[in-house]
């Protein structure tokens, strides 16, 4: 029996649903973390005929935390969040949500989502969008971890011997 992934899509050999769900899982945390820039390439890989199945729209959502972890949970604030969902004419459906009020950004991150679904295009959508997109969150975490290192202190207590 053929496993058949999210929205229809065929995984590649050796990939259940399992594999392609934590790799989709993947692909949208990249795209969440990307600048539009970086997003606006996917529109020269998509096809004519993208049907936007929920516009482009902003909103807010409540923030919810716990102090350490285990207590009582308490709302924190709002953050502005926009989303996107989008259909390919090949019936692949994407969806987008990223921090803050860009739009266009969220629609380019549900096409992303949608072509990686299909998967005609992925292997091209992976070089030249997904992993130069990875290599530079890479670096900025690499940059960012340098950063914090070079203002470590070292707390130490000296034991003094009995005078």
């Known amino acids: 029996m053929e496993t058949i992934g999210i929205n229809g ?7 259940g649903r399992g594999d392609t769900i934590t790799a989709r899982r993947a692909v949208m ?6 600048t539009a820039f970086e997003l606006k390439a996917v529109r020269d890989l998509a096809p004519a005929g993208v ?4 516009p482009p729209e902003t909103g807010l959502v409540m923030l919810r935390g716990r102090i350490g972890g285990s ?8 953050a502005t969040v926009s989303r996107a969902a989008v259909r390919l004419p ?13 739009r266009h950004r969220a629609r380019d991150a549900a096409l992303v989502d949608a072509l990686w679904i299909e ?7 992976e070089n030249e969008i997904l992993a130069p997109l990875a290599a530079r969150i890479a ?3 690499k940059r960012r971890t340098a950063e914090v290192a070079a203002t470590r202190v070292d707390f130490f207590t000296l034991v003094r011997g009995a005078d």
């Open 9 to 15: 899509s065929r995984p590649r050999p050796g990939e």
């Open 29 to 34: 945390a990249l795209t969440a973390k990307a």
């Open 51 to 54: 049907v936007d199945l929920r």
């Open 71 to 78: 207590g009582a949970a308490f709302n924190l604030g709002e």
């Open 90 to 102: 090949s019936g692949a459906t994407g969806f987008g949500h990223v921090l803050g009020r860009d």
């Open 119 to 125: 998967g005609t295009r992925r292997d091209r959508l």
């Open 139 to 141: 670096r900025d975490e």
